[in-house]
């Protein structure tokens, strides 16, 4: 028997012992003939996971029940019709990541309901509605009965601020009550000129009021200055205060919006593409925590990243990114020769260049795919790193599920000191090849 | 309809020949049963998804109106038989080249970049000599035995044993430097 037959015996699983013990001496002795012989199984073994059967297209089984005249069972044409549409899945698969996100925003709610109770919400003084402070000197005189010099950028360093999350995010509040409040005034007493956005906390109070808001709170409510008493200060990052107030459907919408998102991408560009090109959408939901006049929210919807790969290869694309995401910042100004913290937490939108690898030699023969996601762009204040790192889980041929860690870095100017913004998040949503 | 679950090919087969009073259900278990099956086969044979849907509508339309269907030992033998025949029927229409003699074999090493093996044995088949592929497609994916091979192809058993040999050979000549660049990097 010749060494064809051997092997085809051996692969058919027709072989006999006495022709394995002659087929596998003369593989012992032949190094090129083992080494093709182990290179076509390991092919033969890959066979089934490189051929995904297609399913039939249901417009096949119509026409072909149609020119029979043969009636389909109802069932049978829901499950063609409606079940295996691509419509459905991609509806279904919508449905899913609206699901999650929902279930995330809700107990998101919950857990911060939970956390909220049995503290001294800082935000109580927002029902007032009353014009907190114009004078941060008198504030501050009231919250201090010991008054401190804070005039030099020496003593604020020296100072050693150290803030817990919980007094960062309360901070965050009081900034976004502060700009209510503003708009407040902006309706009531729109003579005025140039109404502050600005939120003066002296870094003494910072250290002081996380361990006695009661007290601050308390003082707050007795602050009724008159609109007269707040002073026209320009604020060099005014606008990403007010950004935090932006309705969400500015920023999709409106005729001003930067990004819109009904262009055909596909459509525009598709001439200058090359003939086997790839394209790929990632809609992102990022899972951050912001503050509100109401307490501490979990942002849920109204974070999001947009992001347009182009695929150079199976592995590597680059892309255009585009997103919405809320930014703590925490600086230092400096107003009528006093030094100020100063802490908001406004959303940004951000656009940048992107690039990705996809990992597609990961084990468990592509139930997930890895990759690794790098931003650079930039916002209204300043320019923006983002790193990403998570799995795509394939649920249907064109949709995956995306999950992944995120970390974002804003880096920012205030009076010609440079600031940064660093954090981590967890990110989930929808990946759509196209 | 759910009777006819339980049968096998031949049963079927041979019912749907007999039982003209059930033929619709009969058909129905046949085309479920093999509906995919034949059009995977088609677009193997196509490269193409629409010529594979006509091929597949035209297999299972003349099954039903057939009825002569004494010189077919099989269900499977006579389907796989009208696909290809359909099949071969659309490429000549279109004026394909049809390879039946080998060709020389074009795989250049930037397609090994970045591909993991299963998407590498699928461009590789893609590159094999027809007659070779639809062999070789029939045997390891269709999963049909040579005698049925033997019957749709209309080539005896010992050559098409020859031919899968080859198309096995030529896939792995093709697939040699990825293996290759495999154990560098375990290697290293």
């Known amino acids: 028997m010749n060494k064809q037959n051997l092997i085809m015996d051996f692969i058919d699983g027709k072989i006999d012992p006495e022709n394995k013990d002659i087929l596998f001496e003369h593989l012992f002795y032949d190094e090129a003939a083992r080494e093709e012989f182990t290179q076509q199984i390991q092919i033969l073994l890959k066979l089934n996971q490189a051929f995904k059967p297609l399913p039939v297209p249901s417009y096949v089984t119509n026409n072909i029940y149609h020119t029979l005249g043969i009636k389909q069972s109802s069932l049978i044409n829901l499950w063609q019709n409606v079940v295996q549409s691509r419509y459905t899945k991609f509806g279904l698969a919508l449905a899913l990541f609206l699901l999650i996100t929902l279930s995330i925003f809700y107990f998101g709610q919950l857990y911060n309901q939970y956390k909220s109770m049995g503290q001294n919400e800082i935000t109580h003084s927002s029902k007032n509605n009353f014009p907190l402070v114009s004078s941060s000197e008198m504030y501050f005189n009231n919250l201090h009965s010991n008054t401190t010099n804070m005039n030099t950028k020496t003593q604020l360093n020296q100072s050693n601020i150290k803030y817990n999350h919980n007094y960062l995010i309360s901070l965050a509040n009081y900034s976004i009550l502060l700009n209510s409040i503003d708009n407040y005034y902006k309706n009531q007493y729109s003579n005025q000129s140039n109404t502050t956005n600005f939120q003066s906390i002296t870094s003494n109070h910072l250290q002081n009021s996380s361990t006695n808001e009661t007290n601050e709170t308390q003082i707050l409510s007795k602050e009724k200055a008159t609109p007269n008493t707040f002073n026209p200060l320009s604020f060099s990052n005014s606008s990403t205060a007010k950004i935090t107030n932006l309705p969400l459907n500015l920023v999709y919408s409106t005729q001003n919006n930067p990004v819109n998102t009904t262009l055909s991408l596909n459509d525009l560009i598709s001439p200058l593409l090359p003939k086997d090109y790839r394209f790929e959408i990632n809609l992102l939901n990022i899972i951050t925590q912001t503050a509100t006049p109401n307490g501490l929210k979990n942002t849920g919807i109204n974070q999001f990243d947009f992001n347009t790969l182009y695929y150079l290869n199976s592995s590597n694309a680059i892309g255009l990114n585009v997103g919405y995401e809320n930014f703590p910042q925490e600086f230092t100004r400096t107003i009528q020769g006093k030094q100020f913290l100063q802490i908001q937490s406004p959303n940004l939108i951000y656009m940048g260049i992107s690039y990705r690898y996809n990992y597609f030699q990961a084990p468990f023969g592509g139930a997930f795919i890895p990759y690794f996601d790098l931003t650079i762009g930039g916002t209204q204040v300043g320019p923006i790193i983002k790193g990403q790192i998570g799995a795509n889980i394939p649920i249907w041929n064109l949709i995956a599920l995306n999950i992944g860690l995120h970390n974002s870095m804003l880096i920012y100017n205030v009076e010609n000191k440079i600031y940064s913004t660093n954090k981590f998040n967890f990110v989930y949503g929808l990946n759509i090849k196209l | ?188």
């Open chain 2, 1 to 188: 309809m759910k009777k006819y679950s339980t049968y096998s090919d031949d049963q079927l087969f041979e019912q749907f020949c007999k039982d003209k009073k059930n033929r619709n259900d009969i058909f129905t278990e046949i085309y479920n049963r093999y509906s995919a099956r034949i059009y995977n086969y088609c677009v193997h044979l196509t490269g193409n998804t629409q010529d594979a849907s006509d091929i597949t509508q035209e297999t299972f339309v003349k099954f039903y109106q057939h009825s002569e269907f004494q010189s077919y030992s099989s269900l499977s033998g006579y389907l796989y038989k009208s696909a290809r025949n359909h099949a071969y029927a659309i490429l000549r229409n279109k004026k394909e080249k049809i390879p039946l003699q080998d060709e020389e074999l074009e795989i250049t090493e930037n397609t090994f970049e970045n591909k993991d093996l299963s998407e590498l044995i699928n461009l590789a088949i893609e590159k094999l000599p027809f007659a070779l592929k639809e062999i070789f497609v029939l045997r390891y994916i269709q999963g049909l035995n040579y005698e049925e091979i033997s019957e749709i192809t209309m080539t005896n058993q010992a050559t098409l044993r020859t031919k899968v040999y080859r198309a096995l050979g030529k896939l792995q000549k093709m697939l040699e430097p990825h293996f290759k660049e495999k154990i560098k990097e375990k290697n290293k």
